[in-house]
């Protein structure tokens, strides 16, 4: 037969958060984000200064200088690639720290 009421033994007793807790769990927030904004010019300045760099060259050298931008593409493929193993392992070791 199903119960429709608890009784007082049934009801976990909740812990209270101690503010040392707390203060971890906001001092790790706050530096996750200040780490994006930190990254962020970064994400922009890249990308822009490749491109003027490739029509600078181009401009200067001529058509042949898209041997060169193509060694170039192929490299930043090569780093996507590494770059998304390492946030493999970052996810590995978040889940690991939040397992703490």
């Not at 042949?64 to 690639?81: C, E, H, K, T």
Request: glycine share 4%; hydrophobic share 55%; charged share 20%.
């Amino acid at each position: 037969m199903k119960r429709y009421w608890k009784s007082k033994k049934d009801i976990p007793k909740k812990i209270p958060t101690t503010m040392g807790k707390l203060l971890n769990l906001m001092k790790a927030d706050v530096y996750e984000v200040a780490q994006r904004f930190w990254e962020l010019q970064t994400l922009v300045n890249k990308p822009i200064g490749l491109i003027f760099s490739m029509i600078l060259v181009w401009r200067i050298i001529g058509w042949s200088s898209f041997v060169g931008i193509a060694v170039i593409i192929i490299a930043q493929f090569i780093n996507f690639l590494l770059a998304r193993v390492m946030m493999s392992w970052e996810v590995v070791r978040r889940a690991a720290t939040d397992g703490k």
